[in-house]
């Protein structure tokens, strides 16, 4: 009987050890909130280069009112989702990682989506031959597509780390 009593308390002992220090090796855990803040980040960025050629192309448009519409409805809500799990994270509240694999997907599906509407575009307007003296809302247009590109390869690697994570059961 004393060996029953040994093993009960060595499995106590190992649960309270992963409640405290974690499961597995630990690092897993921080992968996705590291991911989210650099989705915050290309959010931001792809905001910030969009504006002024969505804003200020009243002679020639540089991008249709349909790419604007979806780069905006893109970046913004998917900034939103970003600082609400970051906010979630601080006050250690936790998304389940089903909820949070959805909206990668939706999110990877989007940005790309916009990034090739966005690339078409500048492409569309570069052959117009239809060059203005000054072509920075062309730069602008091209680096909000490049980045769109670089946040839809981040959601899509955020999709497969909180997929094996929350399959593994490292995360809830």
């Not at 349909?66 to 799990?85: E, G, K, N, Q």
């Amino acid at each position: 009987m004393a060996s029953n009593d040994q093993s009960g308390t060595d499995q106590t002992d190992r649960g309270l050890r992963k409640e405290y220090f974690g499961n597995g090796g630990g690092f897993g855990r921080f992968l996705p909130p590291v991911f989210k803040l650099l989705e915050l980040a290309v959010a931001i960025i792809c905001i910030g280069l969009i504006d002024d050629p969505a804003n200020n192309s009243r002679l020639r448009p540089f991008a249709t009112t349909r790419t604007i519409a979806l780069a905006y409805s893109t970046f913004v809500p998917f900034l939103m989702f970003s600082v609400i799990y970051l906010f979630g994270k601080v006050i250690r509240e936790n998304i389940p990682w089903k909820l949070q694999s959805l909206l990668n997907l939706t999110a990877f599906i989007l940005y790309l989506a916009t990034a090739i509407c966005i690339l078409h575009d500048w492409s569309e307007t570069k052959n117009r031959n239809y060059w203005p003296p000054n072509t920075q809302r062309m730069d602008f247009l091209c680096g909000a597509g490049s980045v769109a590109v670089v946040g839809a390869l981040l959601y899509l690697l955020d999709l497969i780390v909180t997929t094996r994570l929350g399959a593994k059961g490292e995360i809830e």
